[in-house]
């Protein structure tokens, strides 16, 4: 297993990258693009700003890259990961602030761009390559760009109705002449 590296730009250049060498990363907001993906979720917080919650919040991405070919796909990026976050957020109950997590893994497949519009790929959005089901993501003039498929991964996962306790009653005030609606 190769060591894992610590700093990957979110746009990468398939021409620096080894043909069939396998490339491991461990991120966290460290990285400038990982941490606008976590200020943007801590968004809905609205007791403090962003950025006065990113002391308080995570994000890690473990990514595995590998650079292949094949004839009838071309010069093709496989991406192997796991995100987990925590941020900060608010119930949609009692509207106080709170955290959430997140977690996704995700198998993701940049090709050029040409082939995502091919009839055979353009409705599906997935791609059959080394024996598993990959997430097709296009890209052009070899540059790959990892952020919005990371951000779409960690939205996909996202709580969008978070609740402090999700067990406990529905507390409503609705006056009892009132019918629900």
């Not at 746009?11 to 990363?25: D, F, S, V």
């Not at 052009?140 to 969008?160: D, G, I, K, T, W």
Request: proline letters at 4%; charged letters at 30%; one cysteine or more.
């Amino acid at each position: 297993m190769t060591p894992l590296e610590t700093t990957l730009e979110a746009r990468i250049n398939m021409a620096k990258l080894p043909l069939n060498a396998r490339l491991n990363y461990k991120l966290d907001k460290t990285q400038n693009w990982l941490k606008d993906i976590l200020l943007e979720m801590n968004e809905n917080a609205k007791d403090r700003t962003p950025e006065e919650w990113l002391n308080e919040t995570e994000i890690t991405l473990e990514l595995e890259l590998m650079k292949s070919f094949k004839g009838e796909i071309g010069e093709y990026l496989l991406v192997t990961g796991h995100l987990e976050a925590n941020y900060a957020t608010e119930c949609v109950r009692t509207l106080k602030p709170m955290k959430e997590s997140l977690t996704a893994d995700f198998k993701s497949c940049f090709a050029p761009e040409a082939l995502l519009s091919s009839e055979e790929y353009a409705e599906t959005g997935e791609i059959w390559t080394d024996n598993h089901t990959w997430e097709l993501y296009g890209y052009e003039r070899h540059h790959v760009e990892l952020f919005e498929m990371v951000r779409e991964q960690a939205y996909l996962n996202y709580n969008y109705y978070p609740r402090i306790d999700a067990e406990g009653p529905l507390d409503l005030d609705f006056p009892s002449d009132k019918s629900r609606q």
